[in-house]
């Protein structure tokens, strides 16, 4: 025993010892100036170092960066409340992998009861799971709008973080009710998080994509360039659209920009596509092209920024590369990977992009969401979330909607109280079910969920409900939201007791099922391309779509280009490996797909030479508007006289040199293929249109046939030139003909009437003649 303890005070004092020789090691090396320094914010050593040859994350001499986000654009959509005794409010956010936060901030904007007891009611700040900062309510301020900037210790930050505001409140010292009307707390989502960064260099090292290219810790849009030649060809056109989707499609929500520089390098992380017959000139040291290459160099005017090369000998190999870095065909490793060939691509069928809900079989919910999305736990759980995109020409007229199988748990009722499960689509309501009794059991059986929850009270109720969401409430872009809604039980005064422990969860197996339904639309619909990008993500590969550029296009039209392959690929969850692009004066070799159409009126020959065919055409300086106002397609009685016939604009205008125009039309080249045109006479007018196809706020104005864009504000305009996109089912075809023609319904009845009649008369007739002769 004593030796026992004896071995315990060494090995004590032992690394006490070595702990105090270390740290005077390390301060005598550091006096030497070589210093290193362990990042507590993104858990990386970082080394000075002259060279960026090493393995390891490199610091650079890069001054301090400043950035803010508020807690609406990191998906807190609307302002939120603090209600109870100890209620805890969190919301993530990240930062960069490549920056050390060196100071942060929060801009907290809030409102509190004037019913609070100072002395007891306060607000905590938490930053992962440590307190950083508290401070009390008082009276004085109670019941007005309040803004409070506090500073928080930047140590406490990482890659992902989770701040939370924890309210505790109480407004008498004696017996309270723990859910008071008079505890609250109002927090404003426009509260935002400022930080103060210091960027820093990472190695050239492939392994690393798309880091610094791209980091998922970044929630702010993002802005890559891209550099070519002084005359990109198509062909370097598709590859670097390819590129540019894949980019989108990690960007996700943030919503990605790809700006466009001929013979011109930004300094920025930049990306290089290039051929041995097409490559910028003068700017940069192209590395030798033996093949489909991807490699990653420092940029030449600046270290702490790089440069990632997609290059191939011609247009094929390049083609190559950019698809194999989309689809993640290569082990990138090293500052340079080759690869021969790509095998195994095949074009993709309609209706089959990952991000899409499937329409050849039943999806459950645990393909949408993790299993942590599912789960909730609280008296006043969040929302359990599934965000669902579909395509917007699934037809559901005369059906009883999209079925859903849904399974569910949740802690049963100590009694009968209100207790519910509600389920929202887009935040409308659709049905609710009770949260007190085995599913289908009557109101009698209640007892028996009383009863095992008192007999094992940590035990999850399952349930199991069937129904049917109209396929009127499916938006392009739809969140399914379930609700548990826990009634408190009240005991008496003194006696309540705040129990935070009943859960919540969706089962993964539940189910939604679109199979059956059959894809018809009527188009254009500006709406459907603003949302998903329909008709040219019908096929997530883009196999069916061409890009028509300007004859002489410029960098702003390219940048065009680029950003819309990437909210393409952001649709779909997929790289355009299909996208064709040609110019204007090739238009016909792509009559056969969907068109987008790009450039203004001054460089793109269709505009003009189309015109018959669209609601927006150009004469010389004249541009022309064939079209009537939304509101009289779709509320006919608003400001119109009792049997006026609906009207149709002609409307003309010398200049839209404060406008851009999106609009689309039947394709002249192909009935049935759809074109979308982006045009403005401005310089940067297609960026306002990417502007607001990026802008949450601006695209539900975006629909019709035209929309008329000046900065957020958009007139959506209605055509009579519409066509129908996809096809029904035979029978279906027929009723819905029908019912959409009430004249030609009308005038077949009358035809049938009329034949059954002559028929009837016919038999009578004969009838008659038989009598008369006794036969």
């Given at each position: 025993m004593i030796m026992s303890v004896n071995f315990l005070w060494f090995k004590k004092y032992f690394f006490l010892i070595i702990g105090f020789v270390l740290s005077v090691s390390t301060n005598t090396w550091a006096q030497t100036g070589e210093k290193s320094k362990k990042s507590s914010s993104n858990q990386v050593e970082i080394i000075e170092a002259p060279s960026s040859s090493g393995t390891g994350i490199l610091s650079s001499s890069i001054p301090l960066r400043n950035y803010s986000f508020t807690l609406k654009q990191l998906g807190v959509l609307n302002p939120f409340q603090l209600r109870g005794t100890d209620p805890i409010y969190s919301v993530p956010f990240s930062v960069p992998a490549d920056e050390v936060v060196t100071a942060l901030k929060l801009k907290l904007d809030f409102t509190y009861s004037p019913s609070l007891l100072t002395n007891l009611s306060h607000l905590k700040i938490i930053l992962n799971g440590e307190v950083a900062h508290t401070f009390p309510l008082p009276k004085e301020t109670a019941g007005q709008p309040l803004v409070r900037e506090i500073s928080i210790d930047p140590r406490l930050a990482s890659d992902f973080n989770r701040l939370s505001l924890q309210f505790i409140g109480h407004y008498t010292l004696d017996c309270e009710d723990p859910f008071?009307?008079?505890?609250?707390?109002?927090?404003?989502?426009?509260?935002?998080?400022?930080?103060?960064?210091?960027?820093?260099?990472?190695?050239?090292?492939?392994?690393?994509?798309?880091?610094?290219?791209?980091?998922?810790?970044?929630?702010?849009?993002?802005e890559r360039p891209f550099v070519f030649g002084a005359n990109p060809s198509s062909s370097t056109l598709e590859s670097a659209g390819i590129v540019a989707s894949w980019f989108g499609d990690l960007a996700s929500y943030r919503g990605a920009w790809f700006p466009a520089h001929l013979n011109k390098l930004p300094n920025d992380n930049v990306v290089v596509l290039a051929t041995n017959d097409d490559k910028p000139?003068?700017?940069?040291?192209?590395?030798?092209?033996?093949?489909?290459?991807?490699?990653?160099?420092?940029?030449?005017?600046?270290?702490?920024?790089?440069?990632?090369?997609?290059?191939?000998?011609?247009?094929?190999?390049?083609?190559?590369?950019?698809?194999?870095?989309?689809?993640?065909r290569y082990a990138l490793a090293g500052q340079a990977v080759t690869q021969a060939q790509l095998e195994g691509l095949q074009p993709r069928k309609a209706y089959d992009a990952p991000r899409w809900l499937r329409s050849d079989r039943p999806v459950k919910f645990g393909e949408i969401a993790t299993l942590d999305d599912l789960n909730v736990r609280g008296l006043s759980p969040d929302l359990v979330r599934l965000n669902v995109t579909t395509p917007p020409d699934l037809f559901g007229w005369r059906t009883k909607g999209v079925p859903i199988d849904l399974k569910y748990r949740y802690t049963p009722r100590?009694?009968?109280?209100?207790?519910?499960?509600?389920?929202?689509?887009?935040?409308?309501?659709?049905?609710?079910?009770?949260?007190?009794?085995?599913?289908?059991?009557?109101?009698?059986?209640?007892?028996?969920?009383?009863?095992?929850?008192?007999?094992?009270?940590?035990?999850?109720?399952?349930a199991h409900e069937s129904f049917y969401i109209p396929v009127s409430q499916f938006r392009s872009k739809n969140q399914l939201q379930f609700h548990f809604s826990f009634d408190y039980p009240k005991e008496g005064a003194c006696r309540d007791v705040m129990l935070d422990n009943v859960r919540g969860a969706i089962d993964p197996e539940s189910e939604i099922d679109i199979t059956g339904f059959p894809h018809y639309i009527k188009m254009p619909d500006l709406s459907a391309f603003a949302n998903t990008g329909f008709p040219f993500t019908k096929y997530a590969d883009l196999s069916q779509t061409a890009v028509v550029m300007p004859d002489?296009?410029?960098?702003?039209?390219?940048?065009?280009?680029?950003?819309?392959?990437?909210?393409?690929?952001?649709?779909?969850?997929?790289?355009?490996?299909?996208?064709?692009?040609?110019?204007?004066?090739?238009?016909?070799?792509?009559?056969?797909?969907?068109?987008?159409?790009?450039?203004?009126?001054?460089?793109?020959?269709?505009?003009?030479?189309?015109?018959?065919?669209?609601?927006?055409?150009?004469?010389?300086?004249?541009?022309?508007f064939l079209l009537t106002d939304l509101k009289e397609i779709f509320m006919p009685w608003f400001e119109k006289k009792q049997g006026e016939a609906l009207s149709i604009a002609n409307i003309s205008a010398n200049t839209l040199a404060k406008d851009a125009v999106l609009f689309g039309f039947e394709s002249p080249l192909n009935k049935g293929r759809s074109v979308v045109a982006f045009t403005s006479d401005k310089t940067g007018g297609q960026a306002d249109i990417l502007n607001a196809l990026m802008d949450a706020d601006v695209v539900p104005k975006i629909q019709g046939a035209v929309s008329i864009i000046r900065g957020k504000e958009v007139d959506s305009m209605e055509t009579d030139q519409t066509y129908m996109v996809g096809s029904l089912p035979p029978i279906l075809a027929i009723y819905w003909t029908l019912a959409n023609q009430p004249w030609g319904t009308a005038g077949m009845l009358v035809i049938a009437a009329i034949v059954i009649a002559g028929v009837f008369y016919t038999l009578l007739r004969m009838r008659a003649a038989r009598r008369l002769t006794g036969k």
């Open positions: 008071h009307s008079s505890l609250w707390l109002n927090v404003s989502n426009l509260s935002s998080i400022q930080l103060t960064v210091t960027p820093f260099s990472v190695v050239n090292d492939l392994s690393l994509l798309p880091v610094p290219f791209f980091d998922r810790r970044d929630g702010r849009r993002l000139q003068g700017i940069l040291d192209i590395p030798p092209i033996n093949g489909p290459t991807i490699s990653v160099a420092s940029h030449p005017a600046d270290v702490k920024y790089k440069v990632l090369y997609v290059l191939g000998r011609d247009a094929a190999e390049l083609k190559i590369a950019a698809t194999a870095l989309g689809l993640g100590p009694r009968p109280d209100k207790s519910n499960l509600n389920v929202l689509m887009n935040q409308r309501f659709i049905t609710s079910f009770p949260l007190l009794s085995f599913p289908g059991a009557s109101s009698s059986e209640s007892s028996i969920a009383s009863l095992i929850a008192k007999l094992n009270p940590t035990e999850l109720l399952p002489n296009y410029t960098t702003g039209d390219i940048g065009t280009y680029l950003t819309l392959m990437g909210r393409m690929g952001n649709s779909t969850g997929l790289v355009v490996y299909g996208v064709s692009v040609r110019r204007a004066a090739d238009v016909q070799q792509v009559a056969d797909k969907d068109l987008l159409i790009l450039g203004g009126p001054a460089n793109q020959p269709l505009l003009r030479d189309w015109g018959k065919y669209m609601p927006f055409s150009v004469d010389g300086s004249k541009r022309v």
